[in-house]
Structures are given as structure tokens and as C-alpha cells.
């Protein structure tokens, strides 16, 4: 079965200290990644995908298809990067997302 | 524009009730998704509808069920409600249906059973 992994269930991390938030995938075809992000009090939200390759919020996501990863990074992480980061795939075309448990970010001054 | 919006934001049930929650998705998304959220199992997928057709389903039982109109708007509705039902009901829609689509969440239906 379909199956993401986020080892990290909490992260703490410096202002200004690099980020990785780890996720790892379990699907033998071509898997559709994404990262969602959720700020206190506010509603899941995307934060990038894999097909489009681009920088969001100065994180970025590179599909390892060998090691099957989709980790996520940022070089100098920002207070307001506190969050709960939940790492999903989706398969075989569908809009069926399967959720990591998620890690929850935490930025220290 | 306006996001996906959930109705009602909290309910309180008991058990043997049923309930149906509704999802109004952005103007213009066609497709319709349900998530469960729960403290020990996370977020887990219901249900996707395109064009008020059932595409997918996730391994619920049949007491959980949903449907969507033709104008994108969907509800789900769970019958004969257990204790472990109490969760965080979320939607989210998308333009398509390809498992491409980023998925647009609504701030969820908190369902406690009592």
C-alpha cells in the first residue's frame, strides 16, 4: 500500500539555522508529491509541489526517486516558518492524497 | 475569491445519530475531496467527486457516505454515529480531478460524538 513517512514528529531549529524536514514515500509508480503547511489558526495550505520545480517561502523539495524522498529544505529559516508540515502523495492520477503524520516545525529565536 | 467553505464548523452528536456535513468548493473547481483528521490516525482521505461522480473512495466504512451536485457543492454524511467518528471532517476541492491539482483546503467541520 501507499505509505508517507515524516520520521520528525517535532522540529526545533535556530532563526537563521538550515532546515530539513524529512519525508519519505512508498509507491512502486510515479508518484504526484506535495508539501502542505498549517500555521496556527489558519487553514492546510499548499506549500509546494514537485512537478513545478520552484521555490516557495525559500523552501524547496527535490524528488529522489531512488532513495524514494521529497525532503523538504530552506538555507536560513525565518520565525515565521513555525508550522505543522505534512508531506502527501498522490497516485495513479487521482486527486486521493496520502498524508504523512506530519512534523511540526518550531523556530527558535 | 472566496475559499472552500464548510458548514457547520462544529457539531455535537451522539452516538446512533447521523450527521451530514457540506463543502462548498472555490468558483470554477469541479472536483471535491474528504479527509478525516484524528489525533492517532491522522489525515486519512474519504472521498473524491468529479462531477457529481464518486471517483475514489478510502477504506471507511459503508456508514460513511457523500455526494456532490451539479453545481460542485458536496456533503457527506455519516450514519449510526460511533465515539471514534469525533474528528476533524475537512474539504478541499481542485480545478480537475488529476492527482496533479493542488488540493484547496476549508477550515473543517469539528464533529464531536458524545
Known amino acids: 500500500a501507499q505509505r508517507v513517512t515524516q520520521p520528525e514528529k517535532l522540529l526545533s531549529v535556530f532563526k537563521g539555522a538550515p532546515v530539513e524536514l524529512k519525508c519519505n514515500y512508498s509507491y512502486s509508480g510515479s508518484p504526484e508529491l506535495f508539501w502542505y503547511v498549517q500555521y496556527s489558526r489558519q487553514r492546510l495550505q499548499l506549500l509546494l509541489r514537485?512537478?513545478s520545480r520552484e521555490s516557495i517561502k525559500g523552501f524547496t523539495a527535490d524528488l529522489n526517486k531512488g532513495e524514494t524522498s521529497f525532503h523538504l529544505k530552506k538555507p536560513f529559516a525565518q520565525e515565521e516558518d513555525s508550522a505543522m508540515y505534512y508531506c502527501?502523495?498522490?497516485?495513479?492520477?487521482?486527486?486521493?492524497?496520502?498524508f504523512g503524520q506530519g512534523t511540526r516545525l518550531t523556530i527558535n529565536p | 475569491k472566496a475559499g472552500v467553505t464548510q458548514t457547520p464548523r462544529y457539531l455535537i452528536k451522539t452516538r446512533g445519530q447521523q450527521v451530514t456535513l457540506s463543502c462548498s468548493p472555490i468558483s470554477g473547481h469541479r472536483s471535491v475531496s474528504w479527509y478525516q483528521q484524528t489525533p492517532g490516525q491522522g489525515l486519512q482521505f474519504l472521498f473524491e467527486?468529479?462531477?457529481?461522480?464518486?471517483?475514489n473512495k478510502g477504506n471507511f466504512p459503508g456508514r460513511f457516505s457523500g455526494r456532490q451536485f451539479s453545481n460542485s457543492r458536496s456533503e457527506m454524511n455519516v450514519s449510526t454515529l460511533e465515539l471514534g467518528d469525533s474528528a476533524l471532517y475537512l474539504c478541499a476541492s481542485s480545478l480537475g480531478p488529476q492527482g496533479s491539482e493542488p488540493q484547496h483546503f476549508g477550515d473543517g467541520t469539528r464533529l464531536s460524538i458524545l
Open positions: 502527501a502523495l498522490s497516485f495513479q492520477g487521482a486527486q486521493k492524497l496520502v
Open positions: 514537485h512537478i
Open positions: 467527486y468529479f462531477s457529481e461522480t464518486q471517483r
